[in-house]
């Protein structure tokens, strides 16, 4: 696993192993950054289920602004400080061992983010907890790219309120995994033209 380009462009990068984290793929990621490539300079970027922290590191290496990474796991949060100091990043990077429910309750009212990577396990209901904790705490700022990784499209759970919080940018498949990119209703951000 690499950053596909970028100031970091061809770092390789450690990943945790055993089968607690599921790494996006290679043809994953490269799907993400085309529809978003337009879209990352100067942003401030939240990589809540940070796993090896390559998802916020590409954001870097391509010009975000900064980015926070957390993870629940100690490990991981290991690998993703090693793996922000060998892309050089490091300095642009605040990373915690942190629980994506925790983090977003802290940082509601106090902090906003413009893109924020969503990857939590496939089996659990944090991608539902998650979208519900952001539309309700403000932590997406106006415009903000919500990237969700999910193996269906079926990210609101039939919750008809939570779907009237956001606005589906893009939503596209790639084998197993899918890719759902929201943005805040009413709050006018796009994906550039070009890339829709």
């Known amino acids: 696993m690499r950053i596909i380009t970028g100031t970091a462009r061809g770092k390789k990068l450690e990943t945790l192993e055993g089968e607690n984290t ?58 993703i400080k090693r793996n922000a100091k060998g892309t050089r990043l490091f300095d642009r990077c605040r990373v915690s061992v942190m629980d994506a429910e925790q983090f977003l309750r802290r940082a509601a009212g106090r902090e906003s983010f413009d893109i924020i990577f969503l990857d939590p396990p496939y089996a659990s209901d944090l991608l539902y907890k998650s979208l519900v904790l952001i539309a309700r705490g403000g932590v997406a700022s106006g415009g903000a790219l919500i990237v969700c990784e999910s193996p269906d499209g079926d990210i609101f759970r039939g919750d008809e309120a939570l779907r009237a919080s956001y606005d589906i940018v893009r939503s596209s498949g790639y084998g197993k995994a899918h890719i759902t990119i929201l943005t805040p209703a009413d709050s006018g951000g796009e994906i550039s033209e070009g890339e829709k």
């Open 22 to 79: 599921r790494p996006t793929g290679e043809r994953v990621k490269e799907a993400v950054f085309s529809m978003i490539q337009f879209d990352i300079e100067g942003r401030r970027v939240l990589d809540l289920f940070g796993g090896s922290g390559q998802l916020a590191l590409e954001a870097l290496s391509r010009g975000a602004a900064s980015a926070v990474i957390t993870d629940i796991s100690p490990e991981a949060v290991e690998i």
